[in-house]
């Protein structure tokens, strides 16, 4: 700003002004002019104050110092094969009605995925049930949107012909994962998950090699490949 050209104008205003007045209005004019002046030096400093610094010019190649952004990542659940602790035999399949047409799946083929988080959620419920047997089972079943469909419950018992699948040392005694051999079929190399969010936690089957991937939202139907 220009202070000079500011004070002269208000030394002109009090001029035209003492001569409108007269003689008696001159040191009504010079107060006037001693006002003025004061007013406008506090109102540079106060500009002075919050006026905007220039932009500083940066050469091309110069690094810049961080500008401290937060950074979100995602980390995938942490998911180890299940020991496989019990398998049945051709001799159980037969004795039960429901699977005596069904063959053995290879010990090799019969492998699933507990991740950390379902393996100590049965954990968990273990110790408040205080009972060292209760376990996932996990079925499949005919239906849903897409022609097949997940059913998971909680359960103590398990047949001679269920596959049982545990996470030592996380689960304790026989707790784990109990799938028979029509639904292992459809969900070898599944992981199984248990997923906390803000609608409610549940388990869930996860990366299933059978399934196309098209599947419905709630992730419980899904459509097996050709």
């Given at each position: 700003m220009d202070t000079n050209y500011y004070h002269a104008r208000s030394s002109r205003v009090a001029k035209a002004v003492s001569r409108k007045l007269g003689a008696n209005g001159t040191s009504r004019a010079v107060r006037l002019n001693e006002s003025s002046t004061t007013m406008f030096s506090r109102a540079v400093a106060t500009c002075s104050r919050f006026a905007v610094r220039p932009y500083t010019?940066?050469?091309?190649?110069?690094?810049?110092?961080?500008?401290?952004?937060?950074?979100?990542?995602?980390?995938?659940?942490?998911?180890?094969?299940?020991?496989?602790?019990?398998?049945?035999?051709?001799?159980?399949?037969e004795a039960?009605?429901?699977?005596?047409?069904?063959e053995i799946i290879p010990a090799e083929e019969a492998r699933l995925d507990i991740t950390d988080a379902a393996a100590e959620q049965l954990r968990n419920i273990s110790v408040r049930e205080q009972d060292e047997n209760?376990?996932?089972?996990?079925?499949?079943?005919?239906?849903?949107?897409?022609?097949?469909?997940?059913?998971l419950e909680l359960t103590?018992?398990?047949?001679?012909?269920?596959?049982?699948?545990?996470?030592?040392?996380?689960t304790p005694g026989r707790v784990g994962v109990?799938?028979?051999?029509?639904?292992?079929?459809?969900?070898?190399?599944?992981?199984?998950?248990?997923?906390?969010?803000?609608?409610?936690?549940?388990?869930?089957?996860?990366?299933?090699?059978?399934?196309t991937g098209k599947g419905c939202g709630c992730g419980v139907s899904w459509e097996l490949k050709e």
């Open positions: 010019v940066t050469r091309i190649g110069t690094r810049l110092p961080p500008v401290g952004l937060r950074h979100f990542s995602w980390t995938p659940p942490f998911r180890s094969p299940a020991v496989l602790a019990h398998a049945p035999t051709q001799a159980d399949l039960d009605d429901e699977f005596s047409e069904t209760v376990s996932l089972r996990v079925l499949v079943e005919s239906g849903g949107c897409h022609g097949y469909q997940y059913k103590s018992k398990r047949e001679p012909s269920d596959y049982l699948f545990v996470r030592p040392p996380t109990v799938v028979d051999p029509v639904s292992l079929g459809l969900l070898k190399g599944s992981t199984i998950d248990f997923a906390t969010e803000l609608i409610g936690s549940s388990f869930r089957v996860q990366s299933n090699p059978q399934a």
